[in-house]
């Protein structure tokens, strides 16, 4: 395997940019969430992360599954079944995710006071 320069997401051309904002994209955020709880179905992705258009939660399925982070799985039924689930790399994902989640429902009414006291000073 070969051997990697050191990372650094604050340099310019460092591809560890892409891992960065990859995940801190919300949907990739929330469909990680919630992947971290079970293999879900697209439709009960869908239904989880309550606004997500069925394109943008394809469109991030597929980004996640490039990355490593999800897997797809096909079964041969009638009618078809497609599961999903974070990988192991993806499971490293998710205590992050959930975490930074917890945060922002633990401190939602500060930083809408916060957010009332600055739009006043404008």
């Not at 990355?67 to 096909?74: F, K, N, W, Y």
């Not at 599961?83 to 993806?90: A, H, I, Q, R, V």
């Not at 205590?95 to 916060?114: C, D, I, M, N, S």
Request: charge should be negative; glycine fraction near 6%.
């Amino acid at each position: 395997m070969p051997e990697h320069p050191a990372f650094d997401v604050l340099t310019k051309t460092c591809p560890s940019r892409t891992s960065l904002a990859r995940i801190a994209n919300k949907w990739t955020a929330m469909v990680v969430i919630a992947l971290g709880t079970r293999r879900m179905r697209f439709g009960d992705l869908r239904s989880t992360v309550e606004g997500i258009s069925g394109k943008v939660l394809t469109e991030t399925l597929r980004d996640l599954e490039r990355d490593g982070l999800v897997s797809r799985h096909a079964y041969a039924e009638i009618p078809p079944r497609v599961e999903y689930e974070l990988t192991t790399l993806g499971e490293t994902l998710h205590e992050p995710l959930h975490a930074l989640g917890r945060w922002a429902e633990q401190y939602a009414a500060e930083v809408l006071t916060a957010r009332e006291a600055y739009d006043l000073q404008s």
